[in-house]
C-alpha cells in the first residue's frame, strides 16, 4: 500500500490501466478509497485526495472527460469575469456524444452541435494537466445564448467585465458573436457599454 500512496504523490492521477500496469492490487486500490487516501472521480479514474491545487474541480474534469470543455459560468469565474463561483462545473461536449458519468465533481453537461462546440477552444498547460477551456470571447457569446437558462444579468456582468480588460478585442468578440449567432442581441448592449 505503501508504494501506490507513493505512486500517487509522484502522479496526482491514475487510470486503473495504468494501476494494473504498474502492478497495484484492485483491493489495495479499493482499500485506499475507503481510507480516504484517494478519491474515485469516475469509474477507472483516481485521484490522490490530499491534492491541493488551483482549479483542481476544473482540471479533474479536463482529465476525466477529454471530450469536455469548460464553458459558461465556470469559465466566467476562470477568466475573472463574473463575481459568481459556481457550485458545479459547466462543461459541454459534443451534441452526437453519449452521457458521460463522474462521480466527482458536480458537473453540468450542455450538448453544443459542432459549429458551436469547435470553434474558440483554448488549452492551457498547467502542472497537473491541461485545462480545455472556451477563450473569453466565446465564453460570453455563449453566455448570451444561454441567456434565458442561466440568466441575462450573468451574460451583461461577463460582457462589462470583459470590455475593462486592458487585452479585450472587440473585433475578435464580434467575430464570435457571429459564429454563435448572437450578433442582434448582443451588439446593442456592446455598443452601449463601449459609449459609456
Given at each position: 500500500m505503501e508504494k501506490l500512496i507513493k505512486y500517487f504523490k509522484r502522479n496526482s492521477y491514475a487510470t486503473m490501466k495504468e494501476l494494473r500496469v504498474s502492478g497495484f492490487q484492485t483491493r489495495d486500490i479499493?482499500?485506499?478509497?475507503?481510507k480516504g487516501l484517494i478519491e474515485k472521480?469516475?469509474?477507472?479514474f483516481y485521484k490522490l485526495s490530499e491534492l491541493d491545487i488551483e482549479n483542481?474541480?476544473?482540471?479533474?474534469?479536463c482529465k476525466s472527460i477529454p471530450q469536455g470543455?469548460?464553458?459558461?459560468?465556470?469559465?466566467?469565474?476562470?477568466?475573472?469575469l463574473s463575481t459568481v463561483n459556481p457550485w458545479q462545473i459547466y462543461v459541454a461536449?459534443?451534441?452526437s456524444e453519449r452521457k458521460v458519468k463522474i462521480n466527482y465533481p458536480p458537473v453540468q453537461f450542455f450538448y453544443f452541435r459542432d459549429r458551436f462546440y469547435n470553434p474558440g477552444i483554448v488549452?492551457?498547460?498547467?502542472?497537473?494537466?491541461?485545462?480545455k477551456i472556451y477563450n473569453p470571447e466565446k465564453t460570453i457569446c455563449d453566455m448570451f445564448r444561454y441567456r434565458n437558462k442561466l440568466g441575462e444579468d450573468l451574460a451583461l456582468e461577463g460582457l462589462k467585465n470583459y470590455l475593462k480588460r486592458k487585452d479585450a478585442d472587440i473585433a475578435k468578440l464580434h467575430e464570435y458573436a457571429i459564429k454563435?449567432?448572437?450578433?442582434?442581441v448582443m451588439l446593442p448592449y456592446l455598443k452601449a457599454m463601449v459609449i459609456e
Amino acid at each position: 500500500m505503501e508504494k501506490l500512496i507513493k505512486y500517487f504523490k509522484r502522479n496526482s492521477y491514475a487510470t486503473m490501466k495504468e494501476l494494473r500496469v504498474s502492478g497495484f492490487q484492485t483491493r489495495d486500490i479499493r482499500a485506499l478509497i475507503e481510507k480516504g487516501l484517494i478519491e474515485k472521480i469516475k469509474p477507472g479514474f483516481y485521484k490522490l485526495s490530499e491534492l491541493d491545487i488551483e482549479n483542481s474541480g476544473i482540471i479533474d474534469v479536463c482529465k476525466s472527460i477529454p471530450q469536455g470543455i469548460i464553458c459558461l459560468i465556470s469559465a466566467l469565474e476562470y477568466y475573472e469575469l463574473s463575481t459568481v463561483n459556481p457550485w458545479q462545473i459547466y462543461v459541454a461536449i459534443p451534441h452526437s456524444e453519449r452521457k458521460v458519468k463522474i462521480n466527482y465533481p458536480p458537473v453540468q453537461f450542455f450538448y453544443f452541435r459542432d459549429r458551436f462546440y469547435n470553434p474558440g477552444i483554448v488549452k492551457i498547460q498547467t502542472k497537473h494537466g491541461i485545462i480545455k477551456i472556451y477563450n473569453p470571447e466565446k465564453t460570453i457569446c455563449d453566455m448570451f445564448r444561454y441567456r434565458n437558462k442561466l440568466g441575462e444579468d450573468l451574460a451583461l456582468e461577463g460582457l462589462k467585465n470583459y470590455l475593462k480588460r486592458k487585452d479585450a478585442d472587440i473585433a475578435k468578440l464580434h467575430e464570435y458573436a457571429i459564429k454563435c449567432k448572437v450578433k442582434t442581441v448582443m451588439l446593442p448592449y456592446l455598443k452601449a457599454m463601449v459609449i459609456e
